[in-house]
């Protein structure tokens, strides 16, 4: 009886257990954001207004590998009085998992000056991989593929993330590590918690929490502190302002027009 009974108690359990690891991904708890957001910055360089970059979620849910998504999309150009020095036309997308704040694909088509690039990757979650798509200027195809880490982010599904975070729980000085996978290499952003300020945006003066990354050794920014990010004090905590020392100049990305905010927007009194 029990040399019949044991393969069928096998079977079941691997029956039962399929289905409860067949999804695997975590869920976080998100009540920042949600479809139609849109985000409008201009971007200084010194004093000099070069660029405007737009950041938005697309109206509609879409749908990539299975899951339900966010398209989020970040859009970036240069003046026509800038493009005389170098004219940029960037486009960075990312489609996030609604439940698990991850990026299931990622675009880039990025225009700058002279350079070209255009690539795809594709998130396999369950898997640990990063399936990169890059077309080259001679229109070949490039196809690879690379190991990631468990809940990895892109760039722009990075933000979005920060996003989600508690920051009443925390202290000066406290500490997050966004692990990521960009320009087909893994890295682990360190993101610092500065405190709360009042800063002021074109949009108006905004109480901010104060977000400091950790930059690697690079041959753009000015040490690893060279990046302070100020994410709203509400429940959107959208970036209202983000300011760069570069080795070329300082450059500051200003909050000027926003709509479709999940929550209200606080300004400070005066």
């Known amino acids: 009886m029990m040399k019949k009974f044991f393969p069928v108690l096998i079977l079941l359990s691997l029956v039962i257990f399929g289905f409860a690891t067949k999804d695997r991904m ?38 990539i590998n299975n899951r339900a998504c966010y398209k989020a999309t970040v859009y ?38 002279n350079y070209r690039k255009r690539e795809t990757v594709d998130f396999d979650h369950y898997a640990n991989k990063a399936h990169v798509e ?27 993330y920060l996003r989600t975070l508690n920051f009443d729980n925390m202290r000066v000085g406290d500490k997050t590590t966004v692990q990521g996978f960009f320009d087909e290499e893994n890295f682990n952003m360190e993101v610092e918690y500065r405190g709360r300020e009042v800063v002021s945006t074109k949009a108006g003066n905004i109480k901010a929490i104060k977000l400091v990354p950790r930059m690697p050794k690079n041959e753009m920014f000015k040490g690893e502190n060279s990046i302070t990010v100020y994410l709203s004090d509400d429940k959107n905590k959208i970036p209202v302002l983000i300011q760069a020392e570069m080795f070329v100049g300082s450059v500051k990305v200003n909050l000027y027009d926003y709509k479709n905010l999940k929550n209200e927007l606080l300004f400070a009194r005066n």
């Not at 976080?28 to 737009?54: C, M, Q, R, W």
Request: glycine share 4%; proline share 4%.
């Open 134 to 160: 890059k077309k080259k200027k001679s229109k070949k195809v490039e196809k690879k593929t690379y190991k990631v880490t468990d809940n990895v982010q892109d760039i722009v599904s990075g933000f979005y």
């Open 26 to 63: 975590r869920q976080l708890p998100n009540d920042s954001f949600s479809t139609g957001e849109v985000l409008k910055y201009k971007v200084h360089y010194g004093p000099i207004t070069a660029a405007e970059a737009v950041i938005d979620i697309s109206p509609e849910i879409h749908t």
């Open 76 to 113: 970036g150009k240069t003046n026509s009085s800038f493009d005389l020095f170098i004219r940029i036309r960037d486009t960075w997308q990312s489609y996030i998992d609604t439940a698990a704040i991850v990026p299931q694909r990622s675009f880039r088509n990025i225009e700058e000056g």
